[in-house]
């Protein structure tokens, strides 16, 4: 986060006014979560939604909602899933309003982890159903246990693991 000239700080892009308001160790645990969190969460988006400026926005308004809900979400087990499922269900929702069609984008110079810079392996995670995507994404790129994919993806425990096990079949036919 940064300040403005005008002394508010800015949130993902979008000046967030009763930051000035709030008691410093609220302002600080956020600033945290959001330092910590914004770079894997947005590139965890990158991969899912195969576009980068909409995986930024999605990151941003995550992080937005985040923290006018700080309270709750700090509390969870999981806020960074919390996080994620957010961006995922507003990418989704912004692409279905504006009937994108998802295309491939250059994720080298974006991820930086050595593990998922290779781009056969990108290009093999988004050519997976959806569904089986996210799971990798939330289970591998964001390192969730199974029960935290679940929880941040709204299923059960039981579909994380069978969808996992699928997509791991899959990449490993497509990388073989």
Do not use: C
């Amino acid at each position: 986060m940064e300040r403005t000239r005008s002394g508010m700080r800015l949130l993902g892009g979008m000046i967030e006014e009763h930051i000035a308001k709030a008691e410093p160790a609220f302002v600080d645990s956020f600033e945290r979560f959001y330092r910590d969190n914004w770079q894997r969460v947005y590139r965890a988006l990158v991969v899912s939604v195969s576009d980068s400026d909409l995986a930024r926005e999605a990151a941003d308004e995550a992080m937005v909602r985040a923290y006018e809900r700080w309270r709750k979400v700090s509390r969870m087990t999981n806020p960074e899933g919390w996080v994620f499922r957010v961006g995922m269900n507003w990418a989704t929702s912004r692409l279905r309003r504006r009937t994108l069609q998802l295309r491939k984008v250059e994720v080298v110079g974006v991820v930086q982890d050595p593990e998922v810079a290779e781009p056969k392996l990108i290009d093999a995670v988004r050519n997976l159903p959806r569904r089986h995507r996210d799971v990798v994404v939330a289970r591998y790129l964001l390192d969730m246990s199974e029960a935290d994919t679940a929880l941040a993806l709204g299923i059960p425990v039981g579909t994380v693991k069978s969808r996992l096990s699928r997509a791991l079949t899959a990449l490993k036919e497509v990388l073989s």
